[in-house]
């Protein structure tokens, strides 16, 4: 094992397959949303505590948001990373990339690395994310032409496949799957999507706003199947061959899965770390462990407006988190409030935008909408009494922020509830009533209106 640089700011012990820390410091697993806002949490706390980043992924950090962008050749390759080595530099950071963590001791205070490496840690933050799933009943045979999208090694991949096939089948039809859709999208290629669903974007639209999104997608020459599994990919010729449980047989010289994440926790198996879908935290971003953090998508913790525990996948939510947990590292107490589901994505020309319990189960609370499918224009809101627990917003509609907002503040709408989907929210009239009361808030509207 080589040894790292020794920085000016840390002591070193370097032996031939160990690393001791001779001061405190702070050890990071991860290298993207979570760790990087967690390092800058740290240092602007005015904690100046050694600081080691691990990834198992031997890049700068890089933005997987962008990936299907490079794909689709909208941004070269340099584009996709958010650092460069100066941000480590600048923020006293050691960072040991393509390192992989396999296991934490919490007992020993040290975490064990590929190669046999053991890292002492004073405090422990696990941002080691999430990994997709796999399809099964691949022939190995195939294997080369089966890719899902997580890492830049994913992205470069697909891009090279799609550069040369012809037909192209992706499986699903979550964000990242339509998102593939968009990026290899060309006249001269016929794209297929597999779904098991009956629906698109089952996570986030009911159906009626689903249709809207498909039958964009269908007028663009994507041909759908719903209600499908994958039987089998096999290698046929130059490409492959995918079999559908309804017995289809589809050529493809590339197969993109978007078959969902699951959270790498597999280094805190059979520790005292805590795990449930992710490994569990409370709004400090500590785990079950005194000392060790979790954020980004490896970390489960109370959804705010559902009130579940549960793995909120955004790179917004890893942020919030990572600065969280980066503050209290510091010794700078900090909880993380207003965690809720959200998502803004743009996909055939339209942005969507998901807020809260965007899609509630049906009957458990009230919905207001409003819909024009000519112009592609959704507003719908649910209601729980005069709070709003959740929005899905299709268009460009200047209101969003404050709405999301009034969902995490849970705001009394009284006022506005009845006439907000067809009317924007108006931030002025909101701080009234913050001000005012309700009454007072009501009293301005129709001032302003010449009552």
């Not at 890089?62 to 958010?82: K, M, N, W």
């Not at 999507?193 to 020459?221: C, K, M, N, P």
């Not at 404050?402 to 701080?431: E, F, H, N």
Request: one cysteine or more.
């Amino acid at each position: 094992m080589a040894c790292p640089r020794r920085p000016s700011w840390n002591s070193w012990v370097c032996l031939e397959d160990e690393i001791v820390a001779l001061l405190e410091n702070h050890v990071i697993l991860g290298n993207s949303a979570a760790a990087l806002s967690a390092v800058a949490a740290l240092r602007g706390s005015g904690d100046r505590r050694p600081v080691v980043l691990v990834s198992a992924e031997n890049h700068l950090a890089y933005s997987p948001v962008l990936t299907t962008y490079y794909i689709g050749g909208l941004i070269p390759r340099r584009r996709l990373f958010l650092v460069d080595r100066e941000f480590y530099l600048k923020h006293q950071v050691t960072p040991m990339l393509g390192r992989r963590a396999v296991t934490v001791d919490p007992e020993r205070k040290e975490v064990r690395l590929d190669g046999r490496t053991r890292l002492k840690y004073h405090d422990l933050l696990i941002a080691t994310g999430a990994s997709a799933r796999p399809l099964k009943n691949v022939d190995p045979e195939a294997l080369e032409f089966v890719s899902t999208l997580r890492t830049i090694e994913d992205a470069q991949r697909i891009r090279a496949l799609a550069e040369k096939a012809r037909d192209v089948v992706v499986v699903g039809a979550g964000l990242v799957s339509l998102q593939s859709v968009r990026a290899v999208l060309r006249p001269e290629i016929k794209v297929t999507a597999v779904v098991g669903s009956d629906q698109v974007l089952s996570q986030q639209l009911d159906r009626e706003s689903a249709f809207l999104i498909q039958s964009r997608l269908q007028a663009a020459g994507v041909e759908i199947l719903f209600g499908r599994s994958i039987e089998r990919v096999e290698r046929r010729g130059a490409g492959v061959e995918v079999r559908t449980g309804y017995g289809e047989r589809l050529r493809a010289g590339l197969v993109v899965v978007g078959k969902g994440v699951q959270p790498n926790t597999g280094l805190v198996e059979g520790t005292a770390v805590k795990k449930d879908w992710g490994i569990l935290v409370d709004e400090a971003m500590r785990t079950s462990v005194p000392g060790v953090y979790a954020a980004g998508d490896v970390a489960q913790g109370i959804n705010q407006v559902s009130g579940e525990s549960e793995v909120i996948a955004t790179w917004f939510n890893a942020s919030a988190q990572g600065e969280v947990a980066g503050r209290n590292m510091a010794g700078r107490p900090a909880r993380r409030s207003g965690q809720m589901r959200e998502n803004v994505t743009t996909l055939t020309g339209l942005v969507i935008t998901a807020i809260g319990q965007s899609r509630p189960r049906p009957g458990r609370l009230e919905e207001i909408k409003a819909v024009d499918f000519r112009r592609g224009v959704v507003r719908k809101f649910f209601f729980d009494g005069p709070i709003l627990m959740g929005a899905l917003l299709i268009g460009r509609h200047p209101d969003a922020g404050v709405i999301r907002q009034c969902i995490a503040q849970r705001v009394d709408l009284s006022l506005w509830k009845a006439g907000m989907a067809s009317t924007p929210l108006d931030y002025g009239q909101l701080l009234q009533a913050q001000v005012y009361g309700p009454a007072g808030a009501s009293n301005q509207i129709n001032y302003y209106k010449g009552a």
